[in-house]
């Protein structure tokens, strides 16, 4: 083992915000190339990154910064996207490794709070809970966009403004912070470096429900939301499918009818049409409620335990050792399938 290094000085920073945020973005400035950026609005499915940035010279402080996955519509539920952000979380705190905070980034060119954003952000807040706020670091993105034209820049800080008078008011009175993403390296880092510096290391609720508290993701205050949609939506879909049944139990029936009455023709037809139209909307809704059903499983899984588990074989396969510096970093991005990229240089 190497010198004995204080766990307290190093830690984890997590960069959460919907897609598009420009979560890649930030940390792409972290350390050029690092992380695949998507396009537009849809998510690009790369593996998850996170950048350790060593701090001192003699490499004995760092921090890392995590990549999360925003809702993204497109590939996936975001109940599996949540389920994928409580396995960073539930493996953060299980390895020790000290959060030291969450920066929030939100694209100061979006319009309005507006459908998978509003989720996220509902998701964002249960999943801080109220005591971790002061952790919390809520980022407006993207001005480079908004130009120079005074109206467009008039039209960005109203949306900021909005932002700070409502959204996130109620955050911001319990200790949040607010603060523009410029684009440029100094900028990340300085947000990084305030919350590595100035803040206590910090246990989200979620973590101990997970962890302490043995539960499933969609068993948590987070979760349980989401496991209320899915069981009302997979309700939904199954009356789709019983109606869909009854429908063509109705319609073979008729069918026979006409059959045993000699008929053909237009009647037939129409009927033979109807069957297939009702056959291909039973497909869909048996098709969905699969769906729902798999997604269902994957928040009736109990994380804390699941990584626990991995975390105690990747550790064992160590040779029991793990210095929560280096190590616990190394454990965390290898039983997550993370890429590391480690970046060292000098700021404190
Ligand atoms: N001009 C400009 N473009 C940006 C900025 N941030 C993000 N973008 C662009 O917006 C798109 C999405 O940005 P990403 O950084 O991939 O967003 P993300 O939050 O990682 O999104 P997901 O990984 O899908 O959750 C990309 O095309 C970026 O180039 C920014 O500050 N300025
Ligand atoms: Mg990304």
Request: charged fraction near 30%; hydrophobic fraction near 40%; aromatic fraction near 6%.
């Amino acid at each position: 083992m190497g010198t004995r290094r204080d766990p307290r000085t190093d830690g984890m920073v997590l960069v959460m915000g919907v897609t598009g945020a420009g979560k890649s973005t930030f940390i792409n400035t972290l350390k050029p190339h690092s992380v695949q950026v998507g396009h537009d609005l849809e998510s690009i499915r790369a593996p998850p990154q996170a950048v350790q940035m060593f701090l001192d010279e003699d490499e004995h402080l760092s921090v890392t910064v995590l990549d999360t996955p925003g809702f993204d519509d497109t590939w996936r539920s975001d109940a599996e996207i949540l389920a994928e952000i409580t396995e960073y979380l539930a493996t953060q705190y299980a390895l020790r490794i000290p959060l030291k905070g969450i920066i929030y980034l939100h694209p100061i060119c979006e319009n309005r709070m507006k459908g998978s954003a509003r989720k996220y952000f509902d998701m964002f807040r249960l999943l801080c809970g109220d005591q971790a706020l002061k952790n919390v670091m809520l980022v407006t993105t993207r001005w480079d966009t908004v130009g120079q034209a005074p109206d467009r820049i008039g039209e960005a800080l109203r949306r900021e403004q909005d932002l700070l008078d409502n959204w996130w008011k109620p955050m911001l009175r319990q200790g949040a912070s607010a603060a523009q993403f410029k684009g440029t390296r100094a900028s990340a880092e300085a947000m990084v470096l305030e919350l590595v510096r100035d803040r206590d290391d910090v246990v989200l609720d979620v973590q101990r429900e997970l962890v302490d508290g043995h539960k499933e993701v969609g068993e948590t205050t987070v979760g349980m939301p989401f496991m209320n949609q899915l069981d009302s939506d997979i309700v939904k879909w199954k009356r789709v499918l019983a109606k869909a049944d009854e429908d063509l139990a109705q319609a073979k029936e008729r069918e026979r009818e006409l059959r045993s009455q000699g008929l053909r023709g237009d009647a037939m037809k129409d009927l033979e049409d109807h069957v297939r139209l009702l056959k291909k909307r039973r497909r869909e809704a048996e098709k969905v409620v699969k769906q729902l059903e798999t997604t269902q499983k994957k928040i009736q899984v109990k994380v804390g335990e699941k990584v626990k588990l991995q975390v105690g074989e990747k550790i064992s396969s160590l040779g029991g050792r793990i210095d929560p510096v280096s190590t616990g970093i190394a454990v965390f991005a290898a039983v997550l399938n993370i890429t590391l990229t480690v970046v060292k240089f000098v700021v404190m």
